[in-house]
């Protein structure tokens, strides 16, 4: 357990005292000037998962500190960014929300909405999450390893949080059948080739082995299983061991409730706005797409991240997608988080983020779309009130349960041009 950021402020308690210790521990035993090597943007992931001191937020960009209504959300926690940390521009909304948008002049293509998900649309994705999606015929990250409930793992440990669950080594015969193994933890910086329509065909007929599970994962129960639940797959299957779709596997639909959020994100926004200033770089032969969205924009694809407080996203680019300038929507909920966003490598300094519960962040666009980012910390004791337990509605509590060490990110992107099924040989 994590100490409560109030203590860790304080120089006289002991949880001050504890990491302190720890901090000069880890300081003692590093290289000297390995800093040095450091690139922009890995200094920056270290310098906001630290634990000791805590990190300082003055640079970190937190748009709710604009928005009146939600003052008692952001005395949450004492995690705070500041309004003015990054240059940004506001925009007017499509929509009638009355909030605006905001766009990077630095980075084209980026867009923030900040609570653009009402409170109960926030519940009612948090509920999908959990209780709908981590389920089969969708893919988690504990599939691999361990033999899950056929209800799926949030519902078997409603029903029965003290049930054993096993590992899938030690329970069948199938790991002769396996070559790659997927990481078990934290997703990991495998570099791949990036898709597009020329190398789509070869992409897809790449072989795509099953994961190997894990031969030293314990038997555990329903209830210390789920905090290790990192992932589960949205629409077309994603294989983590090419970092390629997977196509010959068809696809899931993606859930009415997430393509409607996502369809009036993209909406929203005017475009024409957006990438006004843009040199019309990197979109390809025809004009930029981005003048079609309203008809072309079709989320089939994508990943629910679930994060415990201690948990980190390192930096990557979302690169497996044949349409690379689409649109990819991305809904936090929950705790709050820092997101740092960069550019084409890991040497341009990253932009940091403060991601609320209800925000969404568009990537779009050649540069955007391919820009480095990542999650090097979930902000404990952020919950918005509205995520909290509640009397009148009972049903909440197990949510509101797991919400208090947790962050939930659903990311949905754009695969194929809307209508584009891809043919292969062994489909
Ligand atoms: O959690 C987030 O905000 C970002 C997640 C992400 O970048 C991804 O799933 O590729
Ligand atoms: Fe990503």
């Not at 926690?77 to 521009?89: C, E, H, I, L, P």
């Not at 934290?186 to 065909?201: G, K, M, Q, V």
């Not at 790449?206 to 589960?232: D, F, I, M, N, Y």
């Not at 959020?261 to 706005?273: G, K, R």
Request: net charge negative.
């Amino acid at each position: 357990m994590t100490a409560p950021t109030a203590d860790l402020l304080d120089p006289t308690s002991s949880a001050y005292k504890k990491a302190r210790k720890r901090h000069i521990k880890t300081i003692k035993n590093r290289r000297e000037n390995v800093e040095a090597d450091w690139t922009p943007f890995r200094a920056a992931e270290k310098k906001y998962k630290a634990r000791f001191p805590p990190p300082d937020l003055s640079h970190v960009l937190d748009l709710a500190l604009a928005d009146g209504s939600r003052a008692k959300e952001i005395e949450m926690g004492w995690w705070k960014g500041r309004v003015d940390a990054v240059d940004v521009k506001e925009i007017p909304l499509k929509h009638a929300s009355g909030r605006p948008g905001y766009v990077f002049p630095d980075l084209p293509g980026l867009v923030l909405l900040p609570r653009f998900v009402t409170d109960d649309t926030q519940r009612e994705l948090v509920r999908w999450a959990l209780h709908d999606h981590a389920r089969p015929p969708n893919v988690n990250n504990l599939d691999t390893h361990y033999v899950l409930p056929p209800e799926g793992l949030w519902n078997s440990y409603i029903s029965s949080p003290d049930l054993v669950i096993h590992p899938v080594a030690s329970s069948s015969g199938r790991s002769h059948e396996i070559v790659v193994a997927e990481p078990a933890g934290p997703r990991t910086l495998i570099s791949n080739p990036p898709a597009s329509p020329a190398s789509f065909s070869s992409l897809a007929s790449e072989p795509k082995p099953l994961a190997a599970p894990s031969t030293t994962v314990l038997p555990l129960s329903t209830s210390a299983l789920l905090p290790k639940l990192r992932w589960a797959n949205i629409g077309w299957f994603y294989h983590w061991g090419t970092k390629q779709y997977d196509f010959t596997r068809g696809k899931e639909p993606v859930d009415p409730r997430v393509r409607q959020v996502c369809q009036n994100a993209v909406s929203a926004v005017p475009w024409e706005v957006v990438f006004e200033s843009d040199e019309a770089e990197g979109w390809g032969e025809d004009e930029p797409d981005w003048k079609r969205w309203d008809e072309t924009y079709e989320p089939d694809a994508g990943i629910v991240n679930f994060y415990q407080t201690k948990d980190t996203l390192m930096a990557h680019v979302d690169r497996s997608e044949v349409c690379a300038t689409s649109p990819l929507v991305s809904i936090s909920l929950g705790n709050a988080a820092v997101f740092l966003i960069g550019g084409l490598t890991r040497d341009v300094p990253p932009v940091p983020i403060l991601l609320r519960s209800g925000d969404v962040v568009i990537m779009s666009g050649p540069a955007c779309r391919r820009a480095y980012h990542g999650v090097p910390r979930i902000l404990e004791n952020t919950l918005p009130s509205h995520l909290h337990v509640t009397s009148s509605d009972e049903d909440w509590t197990p949510y509101a349960e797991y919400l208090k060490s947790a962050r939930i990110n659903v990311n949905v992107r754009q695969v194929f041009p809307k209508g584009f099924e891809p043919h292969l040989e062994n489909h």
